[in-house]
């Protein structure tokens, strides 16, 4: 069983940008898709950025062009660069993985932007 652990997460201000880190116990060459996503309180899980095995992204409409998804195969790692963070990507960020037709999950990293 893939275990997928999370890191990168914290408190910034409005404006900053954080890093977070997903690392698979698995080769993650040959995972089908990897993805972001988040749950913000009271609200449902929701993808902010997906990643397929042969390198095409996607991206949620509410974070294009300031959120950057990426994976190091060597390392077994995937990225989610976050820029220009707003108050409303405040939420748990939680790291999946698509292999063969299962989901894995992360235990997830909280993000909060607040000033």
């Known amino acids: 069983q893939v275990q997928l652990v999370e890191s990168g997460g914290g408190l910034v201000q409005p404006g900053w940008s954080l890093l977070l880190s997903c690392a698979s116990s698995?080769?993650?060459?040959?995972?089908?898709?990897m993805g972001w996503y988040r749950q913000a309180p009271g609200k449902q899980r929701e993808l902010v950025a997906r990643?397929?095995?042969?390198?095409?992204?996607d991206y949620a409409d509410s974070v294009k062009a300031r959120f950057t998804i990426s994976k190091d195969n060597a390392e077994n790692t995937m990225y989610l660069q976050m820029n220009s963070l707003r108050p409303e990507d405040t939420a748990v960020y939680y790291c999946?993985?698509?292999?063969?037709?299962?989901?894995?999950w992360g235990q997830g990293t909280q993000v909060t932007v607040s000033s």
């Open positions: 698995e080769s993650i060459f040959n995972f089908n898709a």
């Open positions: 990643i397929a095995v042969g390198g095409r992204t």
């Open positions: 999946n993985a698509n292999i063969r037709a299962r989901n894995f």
